[in-house]
């Protein structure tokens, strides 16, 4: 399970957003719907997701309805905070969505139309682990109206998969990817790199088997151990060894090479895709700072600058939902130089960057010492944007600290 939530402000039962917070007309508006179950826990996994055997007063299969009610809450606070907007795009995350019947998924996704419209060109994603989909699975998704798949291959390698905790053979990543493209879905294929006991080969291969599914899209992950899992206990002990950064930092060069040699391009430091209609508009949204609400235990939303989260466990997310009580746990409305702070540390990992017009005085002088050190593209300077070279995406957190300094 992931770690405690942020500190912040109490959350009104009723959910209602604070007068001076509007639902900005001109704001796109996305969906994200998370799904907290998993068959086994993966040993890296950080992300808000429970086994059967830690559900604890949460049933599975009541988990569409329970979510539902908390869509028709949401409607209600929008209408009341300046109106309803059409969902641009919508994401099933996870934890796994594909363990629920995709007619559990079909019916949230018609919660979401019912509610506030989905626009005609929207972007509708489902995350899927490999051994969870089915022809008729994918089918019964893209009939309800989802139009991309995101399939977690993670690696090639049986040896890397087991080290990552992963249920999945290499195989059934093949049989998942045509059975969402025999349906007619775009396809993201996911990777982890870094894993203990992974080569550089290793990872090639990886690559390679990625690239032969002919997919729309790839992101490539670098592992990063996160405190309380599994994988942070077994280095601990000395178990396995930790992550090698010169050897990801190798992972990550091939990977662009290979990638770019294949005819995709990146446009943001860990993400991929066969021109720019493939490119993942939710994940896009979050990196611009447009509003979403996200539904879920432990989901997070923002809306006209606040951000609120809800509880973490399913049982505690359906017994306020239960009483009729919004599920949000806490909230927050960043300042001015927060929000600032927070655009350098996002839009600088996209591949159009940063505007170097929203920088304050120090940071644009550091501009100049980041173009100097191969970190910022110097093309794109003299155009007044902050653009990452290939070295700049390898030490993006270097750039972010000079120009927040």
Known sequence: MAGPLPLGDPAPADGRLPEGVRADPDVDFGVYL???FCRVRCGY??????TSGELRGARQDEYAD???REVALSRDVL???GGLRPARTVFFGGGTPTLLPAGDLARMLDGVRDAFGIAEDAEVTVEANPDTVTPDVARELADAGVTRMSVGMQSAVPHVLAALDRTHTPSNVRTAVDAARDAGLDVSVDLIYGAPGESLADWEASLDAALALESDHLSA?????EDGTKLARQIRRGEVPAPDDDLQADMYELADARLAAAGFEWYEISNWSRGEE???????????????????PGAHS???GMRWWNVKHPAAYAQRLALGESPAAGRETPDADARALERVLLESRIREGLPIAALGDDARRAVAGLVADGLVDGAAAVRGRVVLTLQGRLLADAVVRALTA
């Open 302 to 304: 923002h809306v006209g």
């Open 79 to 81: 209408l009341e905070a």
């Open 278 to 296: 493939h490119r993942s508009r939710h994940n896009l949204a979050y990196w611009r700072g447009t509003d979403w609400w996200g539904f879920g």
């Open 34 to 36: 998370h799904v907290p």
């Open 66 to 68: 329970t979510l539902l």
């Open 45 to 50: 996994c950080d992300f808000n997701t429970y």
């Open 221 to 225: 992950y670098a592992l990063i151990i």
